[in-house]
């Protein structure tokens, strides 16, 4: 229960969890797994909308809905390398001493740290549909994404130094 441990105190102390996880070491194959794992939970998280619309619009099959999400999802891991290289890249501009990995772990450990809220924000939207809760949980999700990320990132790249 170490990740779901961390999630939890992800919300109260962001960068002691980051300095946890740097503190393991580098391992590129652990910082995929954790952005798989919040893909995996994030895809979960949309059923209910895509339930919904599906039921909404018949002409949508669920099947199509869900595979189509999912090989989006997929298409956005790329995207998500590219991100952290490039807030790496600021962070370098900013006087940052890190390491692209540092990087990489602070935005996947982000988006799996935000995972729950995510399971929270589908559920609204597929019972709820959209409307003032829905942006007020999407704002929620958001800032608790960009405080994680940002808390992360200012470990990762401006209290360590690069090996």
């Known amino acids: 229960m170490g990740a779901v ?3 939890l105190r992800s919300y109260r102390a962001p960068r002691a969890v980051m300095r ?3 503190a393991r070491g580098r391992s590129e194959p652990r910082a995929l797994t954790l952005l798989l794992a919040a893909l995996v939970v994030i895809f979960i998280a949309q059923w ?3 339930s919904r619309l599906s039921f909404e619009q018949p002409d949508l099959p669920m099947t199509g ?3 189509g999400t999912g090989l989006a999802l997929l298409a956005m891991v790329p995207v ?3 991100l952290a290289a490039a807030s790496h890249l600021g962070a370098r501009a ?3 001493t890190g390491s692209g990995y540092g990087a990489r772990l602070a935005l996947f450990w982000a988006l799996l740290a935000v995972a729950p809220l995510m399971l929270l924000q589908g559920l609204v939207a597929g019972f709820l549909g959209a ?4 942006i007020a949980v999407s704002a929620l999700v958001f800032a608790a ?3 994680i990320w940002f808390a992360g990132l200012r470990v990762a790249e401006f209290e360590t130094e690069t090996p």
């Open 80 to 82: 998500f390398y590219l």
């Open 94 to 96: 900013l006087g940052g």
């Open 48 to 50: 209910p909308r895509l």
């Open 145 to 147: 994404f960009v405080l």
């Open 5 to 7: 441990d961390d999630i």
């Open 65 to 67: 809905l869900m595979v």
């Open 20 to 22: 946890a996880h740097l």
């Open 131 to 134: 409307g003032t809760q829905l």
